[in-house]
Protein backbone atom coordinates (compact mmCIF):
# COMPACT_ATOMS: atom_id res chain seq x y z
CA UNK A 1 0.00 0.00 0.00
CA UNK A 2 1.65 3.39 -0.79
CA UNK A 3 1.59 5.70 1.97
CA UNK A 4 -0.77 8.94 1.87
CA UNK A 5 0.13 12.05 2.07
CA UNK A 6 -0.60 14.34 4.96
CA UNK A 7 -2.46 17.43 4.44
CA UNK A 8 -2.51 19.84 7.28
CA UNK A 9 -6.66 20.16 8.36
CA UNK A 10 -6.10 23.88 7.98
CA UNK A 11 -4.70 24.11 4.76
CA UNK A 12 -7.86 21.75 3.40
CA UNK A 13 -9.87 24.33 4.90
CA UNK A 14 -8.49 26.79 3.03
CA UNK A 15 -7.88 25.17 -0.08
CA UNK A 16 -11.61 23.96 0.15
CA UNK A 17 -12.84 27.50 0.57
CA UNK A 18 -10.68 28.90 -2.40
CA UNK A 19 -11.79 26.31 -4.51
CA UNK A 20 -15.48 26.62 -3.99
CA UNK A 21 -15.69 30.10 -3.80
CA UNK A 22 -14.24 29.65 -7.63
CA UNK A 23 -16.56 27.10 -8.85
CA UNK A 24 -19.53 29.09 -7.86
CA UNK A 25 -17.98 32.34 -9.45
CA UNK A 26 -17.68 29.97 -12.74
CA UNK A 27 -21.34 28.16 -12.22
CA UNK A 28 -22.91 32.25 -12.54
CA UNK A 29 -20.64 33.08 -15.45
CA UNK A 30 -22.17 29.77 -17.58
CA UNK A 31 -25.40 31.17 -16.75
CA UNK A 32 -27.11 27.47 -16.38
CA UNK A 33 -27.94 28.08 -12.62
CA UNK A 34 -25.75 28.37 -10.07
CA UNK A 35 -25.23 25.42 -6.94
CA UNK A 36 -27.99 25.06 -4.64
CA UNK A 37 -26.23 26.24 -1.68
CA UNK A 38 -25.62 29.47 -3.19
CA UNK A 39 -28.47 30.09 -5.52
CA UNK A 40 -30.64 31.52 -2.38
CA UNK A 41 -27.69 34.52 -1.68
CA UNK A 42 -27.78 34.63 -5.26
CA UNK A 43 -31.44 35.58 -5.90
CA UNK A 44 -31.59 37.71 -2.76
CA UNK A 45 -28.36 39.21 -4.33
CA UNK A 46 -30.73 39.97 -7.86
CA UNK A 47 -33.36 41.07 -5.80
CA UNK A 48 -31.65 43.54 -3.48
CA UNK A 49 -28.27 44.62 -5.27
CA UNK A 50 -27.73 47.08 -2.93
CA UNK A 51 -25.70 44.14 -1.33
CA UNK A 52 -23.15 42.17 -3.43
CA UNK A 53 -23.64 38.18 -3.99
CA UNK A 54 -20.57 37.30 -1.37
CA UNK A 55 -22.25 39.41 1.17
CA UNK A 56 -25.40 37.66 1.04
CA UNK A 57 -23.63 34.32 1.47
CA UNK A 58 -22.00 34.81 5.28
CA UNK A 59 -25.92 36.51 5.80
CA UNK A 60 -27.30 33.53 4.44
CA UNK A 61 -24.93 31.39 6.64
CA UNK A 62 -25.76 33.48 9.99
CA UNK A 63 -29.56 32.00 9.58
CA UNK A 64 -28.32 28.86 9.04
CA UNK A 65 -26.22 28.53 12.18
CA UNK A 66 -29.45 29.97 13.88
CA UNK A 67 -31.70 27.40 12.81
CA UNK A 68 -28.84 24.80 13.62
CA UNK A 69 -28.47 25.61 17.17
CA UNK A 70 -32.51 25.72 17.32
CA UNK A 71 -32.16 22.17 16.20
CA UNK A 72 -29.10 21.00 18.36
CA UNK A 73 -29.67 23.38 21.13
CA UNK A 74 -26.08 23.39 21.63
CA UNK A 75 -23.76 26.44 20.35
CA UNK A 76 -20.23 25.23 20.11
CA UNK A 77 -16.79 27.99 20.35
CA UNK A 78 -15.80 26.80 16.70
CA UNK A 79 -19.32 28.08 15.61
CA UNK A 80 -17.62 31.88 16.20
CA UNK A 81 -14.74 30.79 13.62
CA UNK A 82 -17.11 28.87 11.47
CA UNK A 83 -18.69 32.34 10.90
CA UNK A 84 -15.27 34.36 10.38
CA UNK A 85 -14.23 31.85 7.55
CA UNK A 86 -18.00 32.43 6.05
CA UNK A 87 -16.96 35.59 5.55
CA UNK A 88 -14.00 35.39 3.81
CA UNK A 89 -16.01 33.19 1.61
CA UNK A 90 -18.17 35.80 0.78
CA UNK A 91 -15.06 37.89 0.34
CA UNK A 92 -13.21 35.42 -2.40
CA UNK A 93 -16.90 35.35 -4.11
CA UNK A 94 -16.44 38.92 -5.05
CA UNK A 95 -12.90 38.60 -5.71
CA UNK A 96 -13.61 35.33 -8.30
CA UNK A 97 -16.40 37.44 -9.71
CA UNK A 98 -14.07 40.36 -10.40
CA UNK A 99 -11.31 38.14 -11.99
CA UNK A 100 -13.78 35.90 -14.06
CA UNK A 101 -15.69 38.65 -15.62
CA UNK A 102 -13.55 38.58 -18.54
CA UNK A 103 -13.94 35.14 -19.47
CA UNK A 104 -15.65 34.23 -22.81
CA UNK A 105 -19.21 33.13 -22.94
CA UNK A 106 -19.87 31.23 -25.76
CA UNK A 107 -21.82 27.90 -25.34
CA UNK A 108 -19.18 25.61 -25.71
CA UNK A 109 -17.32 27.62 -22.76
CA UNK A 110 -19.88 27.63 -20.96
CA UNK A 111 -20.72 23.96 -20.61
CA UNK A 112 -17.51 23.58 -19.66
CA UNK A 113 -17.50 25.86 -16.74
CA UNK A 114 -20.43 24.31 -15.73
CA UNK A 115 -18.92 20.72 -15.76
CA UNK A 116 -15.23 21.77 -14.32
CA UNK A 117 -17.05 23.74 -11.45
CA UNK A 118 -19.29 20.81 -10.59
CA UNK A 119 -16.10 18.98 -10.03
CA UNK A 120 -14.03 21.20 -8.05
CA UNK A 121 -16.90 21.65 -6.37
CA UNK A 122 -16.94 17.92 -4.77
CA UNK A 123 -13.41 17.66 -4.18
CA UNK A 124 -13.68 21.25 -2.68
CA UNK A 125 -17.25 20.33 0.02
CA UNK A 126 -14.82 17.05 0.51
CA UNK A 127 -12.06 18.82 2.08
CA UNK A 128 -13.68 21.12 3.95
CA UNK A 129 -15.43 18.27 5.50
CA UNK A 130 -12.61 16.13 6.16
CA UNK A 131 -10.28 19.36 7.38
CA UNK A 132 -11.64 18.21 10.98
CA UNK A 133 -11.58 22.09 12.19
CA UNK A 134 -14.54 24.32 12.30
CA UNK A 135 -15.96 24.89 9.02
CA UNK A 136 -18.10 26.90 7.34
CA UNK A 137 -21.26 27.60 8.95
CA UNK A 138 -23.20 25.75 5.68
CA UNK A 139 -20.99 22.74 6.00
CA UNK A 140 -21.12 22.87 9.21
CA UNK A 141 -25.11 22.68 9.52
CA UNK A 142 -24.93 19.91 6.89
CA UNK A 143 -22.18 18.28 9.15
CA UNK A 144 -23.92 18.56 12.41
CA UNK A 145 -26.83 17.70 11.88
CA UNK A 146 -26.03 14.23 9.93
CA UNK A 147 -24.51 13.21 13.51
CA UNK A 148 -27.38 14.83 15.24
CA UNK A 149 -30.14 12.75 13.02
CA UNK A 150 -27.84 10.09 12.38
CA UNK A 151 -28.18 9.84 8.62
CA UNK A 152 -25.51 9.74 5.66
CA UNK A 153 -23.92 13.13 4.65
CA UNK A 154 -25.25 12.37 1.55
CA UNK A 155 -28.76 11.89 2.59
CA UNK A 156 -28.84 14.89 4.36
CA UNK A 157 -26.98 16.84 1.64
CA UNK A 158 -29.64 15.70 -0.90
CA UNK A 159 -32.50 16.84 1.07
CA UNK A 160 -30.82 20.30 2.32
CA UNK A 161 -29.93 20.87 -1.70
CA UNK A 162 -33.47 20.06 -2.57
CA UNK A 163 -34.94 22.93 -0.07
CA UNK A 164 -32.71 25.90 -1.36
CA UNK A 165 -34.02 24.87 -4.39
CA UNK A 166 -37.65 25.25 -3.65
CA UNK A 167 -36.81 28.50 -1.93
CA UNK A 168 -34.67 29.91 -4.56
CA UNK A 169 -37.46 29.62 -6.94
CA UNK A 170 -40.25 30.29 -4.36
CA UNK A 171 -38.18 33.86 -3.55
CA UNK A 172 -36.96 34.57 -7.22
CA UNK A 173 -40.69 34.93 -8.54
CA UNK A 174 -41.89 36.55 -5.52
CA UNK A 175 -39.13 39.30 -5.65
CA UNK A 176 -37.93 39.19 -9.43
CA UNK A 177 -40.91 37.77 -11.26
CA UNK A 178 -38.76 35.35 -12.91
CA UNK A 179 -35.93 33.11 -12.30
CA UNK A 180 -32.82 34.14 -11.43
CA UNK A 181 -29.15 31.51 -10.58
CA UNK A 182 -31.22 28.96 -10.84
CA UNK A 183 -31.40 26.37 -14.08
CA UNK A 184 -30.77 22.90 -14.94
CA UNK A 185 -27.36 23.06 -13.07
CA UNK A 186 -28.80 23.81 -10.26
CA UNK A 187 -31.09 21.37 -10.47
CA UNK A 188 -28.95 18.49 -11.71
CA UNK A 189 -26.53 19.67 -9.08
CA UNK A 190 -29.20 18.99 -6.02
CA UNK A 191 -29.76 15.66 -7.18
CA UNK A 192 -25.68 14.61 -7.49
CA UNK A 193 -23.96 17.15 -5.47
CA UNK A 194 -24.08 14.20 -2.62
CA UNK A 195 -23.13 11.81 -3.82
CA UNK A 196 -20.42 13.58 -6.15
CA UNK A 197 -19.01 14.38 -2.40
CA UNK A 198 -19.38 10.56 -1.44
CA UNK A 199 -16.74 9.83 -4.35
CA UNK A 200 -14.49 12.74 -4.18
CA UNK A 201 -13.97 11.70 -0.31
CA UNK A 202 -13.81 8.12 -1.41
CA UNK A 203 -11.21 9.06 -4.22
CA UNK A 204 -9.28 11.59 -1.56
CA UNK A 205 -8.63 9.48 1.28
CA UNK A 206 -6.60 6.81 -1.27
CA UNK A 207 -4.14 9.20 -1.63
CA UNK A 208 -4.20 12.01 1.76
CA UNK A 209 -4.77 12.04 5.21
CA UNK A 210 -5.74 15.29 6.82
CA UNK A 211 -4.73 16.00 9.81
CA UNK A 212 -5.04 19.40 12.12
CA UNK A 213 -2.06 21.24 13.18
CA UNK A 214 -3.48 22.62 15.75
CA UNK A 215 -5.31 20.83 18.58
CA UNK A 216 -7.00 23.30 19.91
CA UNK A 217 -8.76 23.63 16.57
CA UNK A 218 -9.81 20.44 16.10
CA UNK A 219 -11.03 20.05 19.55
CA UNK A 220 -13.30 23.08 18.63
CA UNK A 221 -14.79 21.08 15.60
CA UNK A 222 -16.46 18.58 18.09
Known sequence: MEKKITVPGELALIMGVILISFSISLMVKADFGI????????????????????????????????????ITKRFKSGYVISLLISAMFGSVIDLFAWLTSGLPTDM?????????????????ISMMVNSKVPLMVVDAFINDLTQFFHVTFRRLKTIFDIICLSLSIILSYAFIG????????????????????????????RVIDIRPWSKTLASLAR
Not at 39 to 46: A, E, M, T
Open 35 to 70: STISSLPYVLSVAFDQISFGVWNPIFQVCLLIILVA
Open 108 to 124: GFRVLYVVVSYLIMCFA
Open 178 to 205: ELAGVGIATIVMALITGSGVHVATKLLR
